[in-house]
């Protein structure tokens, strides 16, 4: 994998998905953020189904404070992992509220500083409500990254950082999402798409030949 090849990559991304966005339904930084919280580990499907209820009742840190742990708790509980959530969720809004004036911060020191954010969250954050070109890595970033050899790690970090430094600038806004969305839809995890993939002849997988 060298420059030139990666140039091509994220060309070739970007001309076959020429508005990548994030799937999660969302109108304000922080109805992203608690829907980002709640989609680890789970489905953007999933966390949308749950927050096209939850937010036309309470889409602010103070009026998700209002419902309540358990109220809260009524609207998530079909996502995996809705207790911790819900329980980080009401600290979040706290904290916005003491810290922030209830407005979701823009830089990664203060977001990591939230309940439940870590570093992954908030890269999502900077980029996709700030509009920073930062890449949270995800199991499917991961995946694509090291399956194609274009940033191969051992972990999310490694894999970052490497990411980070190595693409180019003017793809670098969206190669979040251009990675995400190829990672869900072409290069999945049990059977990735080979012989429909733009990326064929440019990815260095391996086993790619026995998948066509």
């Given at each position: ?21 994030t ?34 009742v309470?889409n602010?840190?103070?009026?998700i ?6 109220g809260l ?20 809004c706290?904290?916005l509220?003491?810290r ?8 990664r ?35 694509v990254?090291?399956?194609?050899k ?9 894999v970052?950082?490497?990411?980070d ?33 733009v ?14």
């Amino acid at each position: 994998m060298n420059a030139r090849k990666r140039q091509l990559i994220f060309a070739r991304l970007a001309a076959a998905i020429p508005e990548p966005a994030t799937e999660l339904h969302y109108s304000t930084s922080f109805e992203l953020l608690v829907a980002v919280v709640l989609s680890a580990q789970a489905t953007d499907k999933g966390v949308n189904k749950a927050t096209a209820k939850l937010f036309p009742v309470a889409n602010t840190p103070a009026t998700i404070l209002a419902l309540g742990l358990e109220g809260l708790k009524t609207y998530i509980k079909t996502i995996g992992l809705f207790n911790s959530k819900a329980a980080n969720i009401m600290t979040l809004c706290q904290q916005l509220l003491d810290r922030h004036d209830g407005q979701v911060p823009d830089t990664r020191g203060q977001l990591e500083a939230l309940a439940g954010v870590g570093r992954k969250t908030a890269n999502v954050m900077l980029n996709t409500a700030f509009g920073q070109p930062t890449i949270a890595v995800d199991t499917h970033i991961f995946r694509v990254a090291n399956r194609t050899k274009l940033a191969v790690g051992k972990n999310v970090l490694e894999v970052e950082q490497k990411l980070d430094k190595w693409t180019p600038k003017a793809h670098k806004q969206a190669a979040h999402h251009l990675l995400i969305l190829h990672g869900r839809y072409t290069c999945t995890a049990r059977k990735p798409l080979c012989s429909q993939c733009v990326l064929a002849d440019l990815c260095e997988y391996p086993e790619k030949l026995l998948k066509v």
